[in-house]
Structures are given as C-alpha cells and as structure tokens.
C-alpha cells in the first residue's frame, strides 16, 4: 500500500518494520477525537482563510461520514497505514478526493496524536471520576449502615484499640476523596490545546490556535510548542493518580480477604462476587479483592514504563513517544473495571458485628484505656504503662481477660482503682471515651459522616 509520506522512498518498507512501527492495533481507539479534532480543525482552516468553506464543508461531511463507517464496524483498519490518523486521512482522500489532502496543512501527527490523546484522557477521567464518586459514595454507605459495630483496630496486624467500624470504612473514604482531587489536578493539566505545534516549531500558516481550543472545549492552549508535542507529563500524572488509587484499594482487599477467612469470619462477601474451586466444593473465594489487588501491580508497571520512556528523550517528538498509549489505554480499562467491581462487591458485602466485637474484646485491646484510667487518677502514664503491663502478664498466666479481674486483683496492681475501673474498660467505653476530634467515638464518627457526605457534594 502506498505511503502518504511515500515521495522521498525507493523502496518499500520491509513487511516486519511495517508492523513493528505501526500503532494501529491500539491506537485505533483515538478515532472519535482524531475526528473530531481534524473536524475542528478544518473550520479553523477555512476561518482564518487558508482552505475555502466550500472545502472545509466536503472535508467535514467526508470526516462524518467516516465516523459514521467506523461505528457501524464498516472500516477496516490497515497495518500499512501505520496509526488511526493515515488510515483516517487516507479514507477521506479516497472518499472525497485530492481536497481530503488539504486537512492535513498547518497540522503534523505529532501535534494530532497529542491533541487526540489529551482530548481521549479528558473523556475518561470524567467517566473515572464518576465510577470513583460511587465507590466513595458505597464506602459512605456501608459506613453509615454499621453505626455502632464495634472492631479490633490493629497496628502490626495485632489487636491494638477498639474502633468502630464505620470509622475503619471512613478511612479509607478520604483516601479516595484525595485521590479524587489529584484527579482533578491531573484534569487540568491535561486541559491544555496541543494543536498547531505543528511537528515542533509552529506553523508558516495564520492559523488560530485559540479558535481551535475554543471549539474543542480546552481552557487554555500550550504555550510553547516544542513542550506541546513532547509534553507526557499528564499522562504520567494520570498513571500516578491511578497508582495511589490501585495502592488504596489494595490495601482495603488485603483487609477483605483477610476478614473474609475462617480465622477472622468478620465480614461475608455475597456470592455474586466471589468464585469457586474446581476441585474443593467447599471453597467461596474473594476473587474481585484478589484480582484488584494483584493487578495494582500492573498499573503501577506502567508508570514506571512511561517515566523510563520518557526519561532522556530529546526535545521535540521522538517515535519512543508512541509508546504512551498501551500504557494509557491498560491503565485507563483496569481502573475503571476495578472501580466498578470493587462498589457492587462493597455493597453486597455482609458485616458480622457480633464476631467484630467478640475480637475486640479479647486480646487486651483495652489495655490502654486502662492505663489512660489510672493516668486520670493522678499516675505518670509512663508508670500507668508498666502497671498495666503487669497486670496484663497477670492475666495472660491466669488465662483471663482484664475485665475478668475482680476489684481486689486490681488493687494488687494499684491502690488507685475504684469500682469504676470495669466500667471504664468495657470495649463500649474503649470507643466512646476516644472523642478528640477525629477520633473513633460516635460522635466523632457521626462528624467524619457528616464531613465525607460533604466532601462528596463539592466533588
Ligand atoms: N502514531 C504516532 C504516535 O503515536 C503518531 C505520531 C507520529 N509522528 C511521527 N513523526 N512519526 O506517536
């Protein structure tokens, strides 16, 4: 097939290279933006006089009527024609005629496949952004449904404090609610008009890049156009943002498949959402929580791939560049895919309070209240510490739980206790009592609702 930047050629390209250089087996997913963008193009072209409106309105009608082939799957693709924007281009010459050829004046692959791809990453973080806003909202939710549930909070895997529930749910809501706004710093960045950086030093036609902007719904234009046609950094940034995301959700699978296990039984997760085994009849596996977790790996390989990419590129354009898509496109699907599972499984997903609360009452995770206790009463808590510790020790050598001490065992331990002391380290207590502000007493966890709900109206 022949080349539309064939004329400087004698031979023709070897079949492997062809393939090898080619992009379209990926890069066909442009073609919405690419023909919009030429579209938008075409009118700049006849407004500021350098293509007729006569012209412009053929290229137009011929550019729609290739969307229109391409959405009812009645255009073919060719490897030949290296990316979306030649097989595009070389559709509307055959279609139209040699005018076809006009689109491509004051205008380079390097500044459309920018524009294309920061019009593509526009599209998709506003559809993120939703699917990331419902799985706020899910998070807000299953926090809001569990009020009182009662839960070991854990440092180094250890029972630590009781917390309640819908503040560990809480946790991870604003996580999510930072994610969301780096989202919208990466939206910004990536609301800048590449178009008419021409292959990198600009153009020789009167063009207006502002009109072109305008038409396209950017906000602002690149300034410069070496760094418009070899600018990434948004989409690196995107790859960070969907990084932390993937971080965070993993980290909440880790938790769901922990609690999800016979030895935890803190939670169940509905049966549309997990898997079974092809051999073992008994198994019920938390596979979205696996799989979202696992594939955080492959997110976080395509950041690393585009920043190597990238690094020690001169300026402007350089074929490397290419290499931005799949990472892109892979990082875009799984984000989404992940998202939207990760909500419905949240939903579904059943709390078994009364197991939560059992763990937390055993393994001395009122300690601390305890020492908090005789700090009240006037002891250093640095002696209140070792005090308890022993009592601790006591307790572990008689098999019994602080509660189960009776007030004289207490005193042997210090003359400070009172009848008051079980009271103060019941598990219910343990929480309310917790009431500096951002803490995990109700009241406290009423406000981080009433806040993440907030939140979630200004996003
Ligand atoms: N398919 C190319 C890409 O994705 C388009 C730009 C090609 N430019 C060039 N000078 N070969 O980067």
Same mark, same amino acid.
């Given at each position: ?5 064939? #004329? ?12 090898? $250089?080619?992009? %379209? ?7 919405? &933006? ?25 290229? %137009? ?9 391409? &959405? $009812? ?29 006009? @689109? ?42 569990? !009020? ?13 404090? !009781? ?30 008009? !590449? ?24 906000? +602002? ?33 880790? &938790?769901? %498949? @922990?609690?999800?296990?016979? /030895? ?25 929580? &696996? ?14 791939? @585009? ?15 290419? /290499? ?7 990082? %875009? ?12 499984? @949240? ?32 002891? !250093? ?7 308890? #510790? ?12 602080? $509660? ?7 005193? +042997? ?26 803490? $995990? ?19």
């Amino acid at each position: 097939m022949s080349k539309l930047w064939g #004329g400087r050629f004698t031979k023709n390209t070897d079949v492997a290279v062809e393939e090898f $250089t080619s992009s %379209i087996s990926f890069d066909w997913r442009l073609y919405r &933006e690419d023909i919009a963008g030429s579209i938008a193009h075409a009118r700049m072209l006849a407004k500021c006089g350098i293509i007729t409106a006569d012209e412009a309105d053929q290229i %137009i009608a011929g550019l729609k009527s290739i969307l229109a082939d391409i &959405e $009812t799957g009645n255009f073919s693709f060719e490897t030949a024609l290296e990316d979306i924007h030649m097989n595009i281009e070389r559709r509307l010459t055959e279609r139209i005629g040699p005018v076809g050829g006009k @689109l491509h004046t004051a205008r380079s692959r390097n500044d459309q496949v920018a524009l294309d791809t920061h019009m593509y990453l526009k599209r998709e973080i506003a559809a993120i952004a939703r699917l990331l806003w419902d799985l706020e909202a899910a998070l807000v939710e299953t926090a809001a449904k569990h !009020p009182d549930v009662i839960m070991p909070g854990y440092t180094h895997l250890q029972r630590a404090q !009781p917390i309640l529930f819908a503040h560990h749910m809480l946790a991870y809501f604003f996580m999510l609610a930072r994610d969301f706004s780096r989202l919208q710093g990466v939206w910004e960045r990536t609301d800048l008009m !590449p178009l008419g950086a021409g292959a990198l030093a600009g153009t020789t036609f009167p063009i207006d890049r502002f009109y072109v902007a305008e038409q396209l719904k950017f906000a +602002q234009v690149y300034d410069n156009s070496l760094d418009a046609v070899s600018d990434r950094d948004y989409i690196i940034e995107f790859l960070a943002f969907a990084s932390l995301l993937m971080l965070h959700l993993s980290r909440l699978s880790e &938790e769901i %498949i @922990l609690w999800s296990t016979a /030895e935890f039984a803190f939670i169940e997760l509905d049966d549309a959402h997990c898997t079974g085994s092809s051999i073992m009849p008994q198994k019920k596996n938390p596979d979205v929580a &696996e799989l979202v977790r696992g594939k955080t790996g492959r997110v976080y390989g395509h950041l690393m791939a @585009l920043l190597t990419v990238v690094k020690g590129l001169p300026l402007a354009y350089n074929k490397d560049l290419q /290499e931005d898509k799949e990472a892109l496109f892979d990082t %875009i699907d799984t984000v989404k895919f992940s998202l939207q599972v990760y909500a419905a499984m @949240l939903r579904g997903m059943r709390v078994l309070g009364e197991r939560m609360s059992e763990a937390a009452r055993q393994d001395y995770a009122n300690a601390t209240d305890m020492a908090d206790y005789l700090v009240k009463k006037g002891l !250093p808590f640095r002696q209140a510490h070792e005090v308890v #510790g022993r009592c601790v020790r006591y307790c572990i050598d008689a098999g019994k739980g602080l $509660t189960d001490l009776s007030l004289a065992e207490f005193k +042997q331990f210090s003359p400070l206790f009172e009848a008051d002391i079980l009271d103060a380290i019941q598990i219910e207590t343990c929480v309310s009592a917790r009431n500096s502000y951002g803490g $995990t007493s109700s009241a406290q966890v009423t406000h981080q609702l009433q806040k993440a709900k907030d939140v979630m109206t200004r996003q």
